[in-house]
């Protein structure tokens, strides 16, 4: 059963410290997404991957954030410095991203920035 | 840009009774539709999708229609179970957007015995 794997599940950490949230999308699909969630804002797009290559992270704030695939099966978002602001789920999904074709969804990284 | 808007919630029925959200979207061109659901500590699971003008899309007792005309693909269920109770989240994939998914806020449903 292929499904998108998102590690770690839960992670705390101090403000200032650096975190790496990785994800293994589903082999063969050649879009990989971000997304953070909270309360307040929702579903947010972070960043978005086509073949490797970023298509947009216009989502994510430049400074602090940033999100590679160093390869097909792994793509990464880490946080540096992390705040307590950026406290919440980020998911990952990947997809075969042609017109019609649904993205799939890891189950997450709780985050909390203590 | 591409945006979608769905109902807020939350939404209290009781079990058996009907369950609709709205969504309705904005896009340029003809995007494909889908509706999500999210259970508790979980990602979000496709519950069905469209991908042309008056598809309907079901699932597990869920509809949509695609209806170009009102720019709508609301959400229905004949007779609700506790087990819905989720939240749901309309969603688009636009071809010009380079086909990434835009999400409305998410409607919780909460379904009481």
């Known amino acids: 059963d292929a499904r998108v794997t998102q590690t770690p599940r839960h992670k705390v950490t101090e403000m200032g410290q650096e975190v790496t949230m990785r994800c293994q999308p589903i082999?063969?699909?050649?879009?990989v997404f971000w997304y953070r969630q909270t309360m307040m804002q929702g579903l947010e797009l972070l960043a978005y991957?086509?073949?490797?290559?970023?298509?947009?992270d216009s989502g994510m704030p430049k400074d602090r954030f940033s999100a590679e695939m160093p390869d097909a099966t792994l793509a990464t978002l880490k946080i540096q410095p992390s705040e307590p602001r950026d406290s919440a789920v980020y998911f990952c999904?990947?997809?075969?991203?042609?017109?019609?074709?649904?993205?799939?969804f890891g189950q997450g990284t709780r985050l909390t920035v203590v | 840009g591409d945006s979608v808007t769905q109902m807020e919630g939350p939404v209290t029925l009781s079990e058996e009774a009907f369950l609709t959200i709205n969504c309705t979207y904005t896009?340029?061109?003809?995007?494909?539709l889908f509706w999500y659901v999210q259970y508790p500590g979980e990602g979000l699971q496709l519950l069905l999708k469209?991908?042309?003008?008056?598809d309907k899309g079901s699932n597990k007792g869920f509809e949509a229609t695609y209806r170009k005309e009102t720019t709508s693909f609301h959400l229905e269920k004949g007779s609700v179970q506790v087990s819905d109770s989720a939240v749901y989240f309309c969603?688009?994939?636009?071809?010009?957007?380079?086909?990434?998914?835009?999400f409305g806020g998410g409607t919780r449903v909460l379904v009481k015995p």
């Open positions: 999904a990947s997809g075969l991203v042609e017109a019609g074709t649904e993205a799939f």
């Open positions: 082999l063969g699909h050649n879009t």
């Open positions: 991957f086509r073949n490797r290559a970023p298509l947009d």
């Open positions: 896009a340029t061109g003809y995007p494909s």
């Open positions: 469209a991908t042309k003008a008056d």
């Open positions: 969603a688009l994939s636009s071809p010009r957007a380079g086909n990434k998914l835009t």
